[in-house]
């Protein structure tokens, strides 16, 4: 197989293995908020707000320490011992402790800033310049057919349920268990990629540095990793406020906040609708599946337009803006404004317009839709920014967005849904205009390194 087909053979493996992985959390984090309001327990006390806020904040604090962590035992490593995490958590609701629910919570987030920051290394260095864009749009296609299988599954085992029995939560929880663990042994195929051709002037370069780095390496093993996870830190640190970081820390930030609405929100807020019908709980397995299509057609799409595409990432990311905008007016017209914090029996108030299904689907599809379109182009522009530095900078990338998610789950059990609405609004048009201003600065260090190399 050629060097290239390896590469890309990897980014297909390491979609796969999210796939599978993310088909039982994000179905997990989709339905745990419904799925809490009907334990027939009352020695249980939890909230999967709070729980994913716990997670996502936890996460942005492991992001600091997680490429130490990437650089020391591998990414392949840092992602099957994440993994594990992950499946422990999702296990956690067979038999649900509050403390254990909470323990799971702390775990999973730490698990989390590994899992993303070792993914980020491993696209990037099976990644060229020309290939990130494809890549990345390869990667984020595969991993959210999640949404689809799972919210499918969701869809067939409770349709007709107006009350999650403890037996449904255990055969569903028993089965994401199982694929997840699936996803996690996944990534052992996943093979190192063959090195790129340099000129001679930088191999020469290059043999040099690494035969001095062998040697000290040699010398002390021990102080050469603690050297490293060091090294990795202060990189972390560093690149955190360089210009370009700053500029799409906002637009990162923006992709926190609509995560935790898209993943953990909006779906409670169908399910939660009375006139939606007995089905309401059940359509919250359709919504994901909508989210899932629009998240894998923009994936798909984006990812194969980005080597032809002459004009930069700039319009995707204004059509995610739109596709957004679109959304939130629709949901603000159609869903109720009690919904986010509704308790189980649901809510009998409406909002501007009759409910109407059809609409809150529409809804669903377009908040996945723009969500890929800001993802996408946030992948490409650090990995192509960051090439060379890719594990420090997917850890900043992750730190931003889990701290600012962590927010919005706090925000979310008090909030009613025009405010969340409004906020979503806001920092999705900042986070535009400053992800162009990025883009403008990418270009023009393309243009001069187009220039230095001629």
Known sequence: MSPEGKRLLNIIILGFGFMFMFTAFQ?????????????????????????????????????????????VIGPQLSMFFSGLLYSGYIAMFIYPYTWSFYTASVFVGIGAAVLWTAQGNVLAINSTDNTIGRNSGIFWALLQFSLFFGNLYIYC?????????????????????????????????????????????????????????????????????????????????????????????????????????YSGVYGTCIGAM???????????????????????????????????NRFGRNPVVLLGLITHFVAFY????????????????????????????????????????????????????????????????????????SIMAALAFFYSNYLLLHWQLLILVVMGFLGSMTFFMAEGVAESTRRESDYDSI
């Not at 909230?47 to 990437?70: D, E, H, K, Q």
């Not at 009375?274 to 894998?296: H, N, P, R, V, Y």
């Open 274 to 308: 009375t006139q939606f019908g007995k089905d309401a709980k059940s359509l919250i397995g359709i919504s994901g599946i909508c989210i899932g299509i629009g998240e894998i057609l923009g994936g798909g799409v984006f990812g194969m337009l980005n080597k032809c």
């Open 27 to 71: 179905t997990c984090g989709n339905i745990e908020q419904t799925v809490i309001k009907s334990f027939n327990s009352t020695e249980f006390h939890g909230s999967g707000y709070t729980s994913m806020a716990i997670i996502y904040g936890v996460f942005s604090a492991s992001n600091l320490i997680a490429p130490s962590v990437v650089t």
């Open 157 to 261: 085992a409770w349709h007709g349920h107006d009350h999650i029995t403890d037996k449904d939560r255990q055969t569903v929880f028993i089965s994401l268990t199982v694929i997840s663990l699936v996803g996690c042994f996944l990534f052992f195929l996943i093979r190192k990629p063959d090195p790129e051709p340099v000129p001679s002037e930088a191999s020469e370069s290059l043999l040099q540095a690494e035969s001095t780095e062998s040697c000290s390496t040699a010398s002390s093993p021990h102080s050469g990793l603690c050297t490293q996870a060091l090294d990795a830190f202060v990189k972390a640190c560093k690149m955190f406020v360089t210009k370009e970081m700053m500029l799409l820390s906002i637009s990162i930030g923006y992709t926190g906040l609509e995560l935790t609405f």
């Open 330 to 401: 629709l949901i603000f017209l159609n869903i109720a404004s009690d919904a986010p914090i509704a308790p189980e029996a649901g809510t009998d108030l409406q909002a501007y317009i009759t409910p109407n299904l059809g609409v809150a689907l529409l809804c669903s599809f377009l908040l996945g839709l723009g969500d890929s379109c800001f993802n996408t182009q946030l992948l490409s522009i650090i990995g192509f920014i960051f090439r060379d530095n890719s594990a420090p900078a997917f850890a900043v990338f992750k730190f931003i967005q």
